[in-house]
């Protein structure tokens, strides 16, 4: 696995920004260098976790991409995005863009900016460390840092089933997604592709995040 060239990290109270930053890097070393972000909320909304991994595993495993049977080989989680995923990858990052401009626009002065596209998020983590970074899909399947990395799969009778039920669903869309889409909903924007993503994801769980269209 490679390793970002920077982070960002924000600080509450922010007065004790510039000591509990100087703390981190000395314990981090000279990378990944952090870089100070104005507010918690563009931390986590900025949440790469929250879009890539649920997002990944919707684009292989949902009922349009995959029968339900086994496969013969483990296919690779990034450098195995296609056309497909990365729709539903670009859908989220968008959505969450969508949620940053309005709150943007309800709090005049409150800035977002650190929470970025995914693409930019790839641009900003690993440059020097993609072969081709001119769109999402072939960051992905460049990036060297996660060079031969495969889904979660379980050993089953005629070859490998995936683990619908491992942390890039069970932890990623209970912490990461729900957040924001919760947030969507308390400001009014639309989610399309995470109600989309979250409805999948909470049936491999048995949960009900959403029930009836809305944050249970």
């Known amino acids: 696995l ?7 990290a924000a600080v509450t109270p922010e007065s ?14 000279v990378y990944p260098a952090i870089t100070k972000s104005p507010n918690n909320l563009g931390i986590s909304l900025r949440n790469p976790g929250q879009v890539i991994h649920p997002g990944v595993m919707y684009g292989r495993w949902c009922p349009e991409k995959w029968d339900g049977k086994p496969v013969a080989e483990k296919p690779l989680f990034y450098q195995g995005v296609d056309d497909f995923s990365e729709s539903i990858l670009l859908g989220l990052s968008n959505e969450v863009q969508d949620v940053c401009r309005k709150v943007e626009s309800l709090v005049p002065g ?6 970025c596209t995914l693409h930019q998020w790839y641009l900003d983590s690993y440059k020097g460390q993609m072969a081709d970074d001119s769109t999402l899909r072939k960051s992905m399947n460049t990036c060297s840092a ?4 495969t889904h979660p799969l379980k050993d089953v009778d005629g070859g490998f089933m995936p683990d619908l039920r491992y942390r890039y669903i069970a932890e990623d869309i209970p912490t990461g997604l729900c957040f924001t889409r919760g947030l969507a909903e308390l400001l009014e924007v639309p989610t399309p592709t995470m109600d989309k993503v979250m409805t999948w994801g909470q049936e491999q769980l048995g949960k009900s995040f959403l029930v009836d269209g809305k944050m249970a």
């Open 146 to 149: 996660y060079t031969g990395l």
């Open 16 to 29: 004790e920004a510039t000591r509990a930053i100087s703390i981190l890097q000395g314990l981090l070393g």
């Open 2 to 8: 490679g390793t970002k060239g920077s982070i960002l």
């Open 110 to 115: 409150f800035s977002l900016k650190d929470a």
